[in-house]
C-alpha cells in the first residue's frame, strides 16, 4: 500500500519511534496525519513545525490517554473529517515497568512479587491500547466499505489500510521485564489473530520488533547500563537510530508481499540470564 495521499495516526507521536515514524509518513507524502501524545506541549509543537514546513493543515495533534476509548473515538472523528478515513495506524505509545519478577528482601526475607496494579498499567498501555486503536481502524475502513455497498474485499482491490504494531525483542523473555515482555509478545497473537480477520476489508496488520533504540525511555536507564548490558551483546555494536525503525516501518506499510513480523534488533539476542 502507497503512503503517499493515504491518512495516518501515530500515537506516541512527539518522541523517539513514534516521532520519527510520523515524520517519514510526512516524508513520503500522506495527505494527512493525527499525531496523538501525551505532552501536550511537545506534540503540538511538532504539529505546528510540520504544518508550517508544509504549508497547510497537515497534521493534527491530540493530547490524551491512549487507554481512554472516547479520547480515541474523538482522535478518529476530528482525523476523518480533516482529512478523510484513516488506513494507516501505527499504535507507538509505550510504557516500560521493570523489575525482577521475583524478589527476596534483604532485611525480612520474605518474597516481594512483581505488583499486579504495575502489571496492569503497562498491559492497558502497551497490549490493548494498540490492540484496540488497531481494531478502531478496522471498523472505520469496514463500516466505509459497507456504506458504498462493498462487501468482502477481492486482491484486484487496493489494500485498504495498514495496520504496524511495535513489539520488541523483549518479547523472546528479557530479565527484569516480565510485565513488558508479556505485552509485546502478546502482539504477535494479537496482530496474526486480526490479519486472519481483517483482510476481509482489506486491512493488513504485522508486527516490527526492534531491538535497543536511542529514545528518550531507553535514555532513563542508570548511567552505564547501555555499555555494560546492551550494546557488548549488540553486533551493530551501536544503539538503532529511531529513523531506522521509522524507515522499516514505512518499508512494511508500503510493501503489501510483507506478513507477519520483521525483526530490527541489530543482532541483538536477550541472554539466558
Known sequence: MQVQDKVGVVTGAASGIGRATALELVKQGVKGIALVDLSE???????????EDAGRELALAFTGDVTDLQFRAQVFDETSHHHGIVQIMVPAAGIFRDRLAVKIERDTGEANIYPADVFRQVLEVNL???????METIARIAVDRNRQGLKKWHPNEKVQG???FIGSVSSQGNRGQVSYASTKAG???AASTLMKEAMFHGVRTGVIHPGFVDTPLLQG?????VEQHILPDTQLGRL???EE???AICF????????GQLWADAGWHPAAA
Open 245 to 247: 525503525i521509522a524507515d
Open 128 to 134: 490493548i491500547h494498540p490492540v484496540y486503536w488497531a
Open 240 to 242: 538503532i537510530r529511531p
Open 41 to 51: 506541549s511537545a506534540v503540538c509543537e511538532f504539529a505546528r513545525q510540520i504544518n
Open 221 to 225: 536507564m542508570p548511567d552505564g547500563y
Open 162 to 164: 495498514t495496520i504496524i
Open 187 to 189: 502482539l504477535e497473537g
Open 252 to 259: 512494511m506499510i508500503r510493501n503489501s508481499a510483507v506478513s
